[in-house]
């Protein structure tokens, strides 16, 4: 089976989510599957393709265009999935953070590891990235409403 993950970062840097994305492509590729992952990189690039430990990484394009930026972010990863990789069997959200993403009849699950909420509510107003997190919260809300439906409409038709 191909696995195509999306989580808002991946080793080398990486925190909890990243981390337990890469755990788990780790554990799922040493059991015969391939996975593949999908992770915010910069603004220069449509992506950039490197291998964290046996692990195909596309880091693809993300414009800190707040409170626009997941909607960005998800046109650019779909661009990605559509032209270069194509042939999923599956899409693993890990939330948050991460856009909703859809690819014709592809199932999507999705792993929350926290939420747009509870994060705003841990930064405090820290600095003009946590403003921003605060402007954009409606919007990060609506997302993860969005990727839990998807979620269970995929589950439900599977």
Same mark, same amino acid.
């Given at each position: ?72 972010? *998800?046109?650019?990863?779909?661009? #990605?999935?559509?032209?270069? !990789? +194509?042939?999923?069997?599956? $899409?693993?959200?890990? @939330? ?25 509510? *841990?930064?405090?107003?820290?600095? #003009?990235?946590?403003?921003? !997190? +605060?402007?954009?919260?409606? $919007?990060?809300?609506? @997302? ?15």
């Amino acid at each position: 089976m191909k696995i195509c993950m999306i989580t808002q970062d991946f080793p080398p840097k990486a925190r909890g989510a990243g981390q337990y994305a890469y755990k788990l492509a780790k554990g799922l590729r040493d059991r015969g599957h391939e996975v593949v992952v999908l992770t915010r990189g910069s603004s220069n690039a449509l992506y950039t393709l490197d291998n964290f430990d046996g692990i195909n990484v596309y880091r693809v394009r993300f414009v800190k265009a707040y409170p626009f930026h997941l909607e960005l972010h *998800r046109k650019f990863i779909e661009m #990605v999935l559509r032209e270069e !990789i +194509k042939d999923c069997d599956i $899409l693993h959200l890990h @939330t948050p953070s991460v856009p909703v993403v859809q690819i014709g009849d592809i199932p999507v699950v999705s792993t929350f590891h926290g939420t747009a909420y509870g994060g705003s509510k *841990r930064r405090g107003h820290k600095d #003009v990235y946590s403003i921003g !997190i +605060k402007l954009s919260l409606p $919007l990060l809300i609506n @997302t993860e409403k969005r990727i839990i439906t998807v979620s269970y409409t995929h589950l439900r038709a599977h």
